[in-house]
């Protein structure tokens, strides 16, 4: 072992911040850095990783259906009809993240999205990934960045497009989490081909 990784409950290496509770395991080994496409999926990871900004993403994690169930499953069609006695309902909603800004951005994202073609979004964000030949698997979690210039870039985009609470640092966490990135260390289990130990 020459990196950050450590034995998790199976014995097997993990990146050592899929560890810490059992939502975090099931997370890191079954969602985190596998792709995601679709426009609503991916409206939803983008909300997601806006609530998350300043807060534990197990803040986020542990409360996910009740984001789906508050803004109607994150259909942009859907919620780009909420009316603002909808965005009341969202402020007093406990199941979420109370936060005036974010639920505001939230709505206003989904209004601006509403009028993008179908696979307008997909398109863009992944056209944003990384070849994966270019990076090198981190060996530690210090090798792993909190911004890349292409999180700057798709950013930049996303903003000039109207898509609010998406800095650099938000839109690396969407990269990662959608598996533009793989962030996976390089003893980690979900990054180690079958047959390697």
Not at 17 to 27: C, F
Not at 54 to 59: D, H, P, R
Request: proline residues 6%; glycine residues 8%; contains cysteine.
């Amino acid at each position: 072992m020459s990196g950050d990784a450590l034995a998790g409950p199976d014995g097997r290496l993990r990146c050592p911040w899929g560890l810490s509770t059992e939502d975090y395991v099931a997370y890191h080994d079954e969602e985190w850095g596998r792709p995601v496409h679709g426009d609503d999926a991916l409206y939803e990871r983008l909300c997601l990783e806006a609530f998350q900004s300043g807060l534990s993403w197990i803040t986020i994690l542990r409360r996910r259906e009740g984001f789906r169930t508050a803004f109607a499953g994150f259909k942009i069609d859907e919620v780009a009809r909420f009316t603002d006695a909808d965005r009341e309902r969202l402020l007093a909603d406990p199941g979420i993240i109370r936060n005036r800004a974010k639920v505001d951005a939230t709505l206003a994202n989904a209004r601006v999205l509403a009028d993008w073609a179908e696979g307008e979004l997909d398109e863009l964000i992944w056209s944003y990934a990384p070849d994966p030949a270019s990076r090198k698997a981190p060996g530690a979690l210090a090798d792993v960045p909190a911004i890349t210039p292409e999180s700057t870039a798709l950013s930049k985009e996303l903003k000039k497009r109207g898509i609010r609470f998406v800095g650099p640092t938000t839109a690396y966490a969407l990269m990662q989490a959608c598996g533009l990135v793989n962030d996976h260390l390089e003893d980690c289990v979900i990054r180690v081909p079958a047959g390697r130990s």
